[in-house]
């Protein structure tokens, strides 16, 4: 086995033991205090697609299996970032079958789905009408495939890209999510103004709030111990991204037994940093929020 592999598994191994040495209670705060948790690259609408005789319900399938369960216990809510074109553009959104339009529905009050990009693929080049084409194309397809209520207007774009010829005349965005790096420009903001939103939380420039990303969770063994060091922030914004946590399914056949063993250990130990997360969140008091 590769060393960097073993390190992983002790590493799995131990976080049960770390977390537990953590006396954590649920509170009660007079100011209520708010996190937002999002999960870019959602891709698994693609197995929703093209696997759609497998799963009788929307939660059948593990990844929204694995949020309902951390809504009920914890009560997360949740937006998901996808793409119009999925799977290498073989298929697009509009191709969700109805047959989950009721699962949606029912979770309308803690799940949204939102606008990341056309596609995977960046493409800074992107023409304003393409843009504006894709991003109605998506809300159009949340709308049929499951309800125009879990439409987000708070919006985390691909590579934090927007400028101001793309967000002119683009509706029902309420509030960007900002870079989780203090050196990366965000949107339209100005340098002084991307330090603005590092140093003091958020702005508001032509109508929306730009609100910084606080953490990320990938991969991050020591996110307990950062969020232990922003335990006095009123606001958290924390984001994962979906292939860290579930990979989809096309392609499964070609791995190896070692490379699925490694891919499994991998997702199973960013779900349990996300639970963790959730976990701690939860019981330090804070309100899970989509800041709409």
């Not at 049960?16 to 954590?24: D, G, N, Q, T, Y």
């Not at 979770?107 to 009408?129: N, Q, T």
């Not at 702005?203 to 953490?215: A, E, F, G, M, W």
């Not at 190896?256 to 959730?278: P, Q, Y």
Request: net charge positive.
């Amino acid at each position: 086995m590769h060393s960097k592999f073993i390190h992983l598994l002790i590493i799995i191994s131990l976080l049960p033991v770390l977390f537990s040495c953590r006396k954590e209670h649920a509170v009660n705060n007079v100011n209520q205090r708010v996190a937002n948790l999002s999960i870019d690259d959602v891709e698994v609408f693609s197995d929703l697609i093209n696997y759609q005789n497998d799963y009788d319900s929307l939660f059948q399938h593990p990844f929204f299996s694995f949020l309902k369960n951390l809504h009920k216990d914890y009560g997360l809510v949740v937006t998901l970032y996808t793409y119009e074109l999925l799977d290498n553009d073989n298929v697009t959104l509009k191709e969700m079958p109805l047959k989950y339009k009721n699962d949606f529905r029912k979770a309308s009050d803690w799940l949204r789905i939102g606008f990341h990009s056309k596609r995977h693929e960046f493409d800074s080049l992107i023409s304003v009408a393409d843009f504006h084409d894709s991003y109605n194309n998506m809300n159009s397809a949340i709308s049929q495939f499951a309800d125009s209520s879990m439409i987000a207007k708070t919006l985390r774009f691909h590579y934090f890209f927007a400028p101001d010829s793309l967000l002119n005349g683009l509706p029902g965005v309420s509030t960007l999510l900002c870079a989780d790096n203090k050196k990366c420009m965000s949107y339209n903001l100005t340098l002084h103004e991307v330090l603005t939103v590092a140093n003091n939380g958020g702005i508001v420039k032509n109508n929306i709030t730009y609100r910084r990303t606080d953490l990320r969770i990938d991969d991050n063994y020591r996110i307990l111990f950062d969020l232990k060091l922003l335990d006095s922030s009123d606001t958290l914004v924390i984001f994962t991204h979906q292939w860290k946590l579930y990979h989809i399914r096309k392609g499964d056949s070609r791995q190896s037994a070692v490379g699925k063993i490694k891919v499994w250990t991998k997702e199973s130990f960013n779900r349990l940093l996300f639970k963790e997360t959730v976990k701690r969140l939860f019981n330090s008091g804070y309100k899970f929020s989509f800041l709409e």
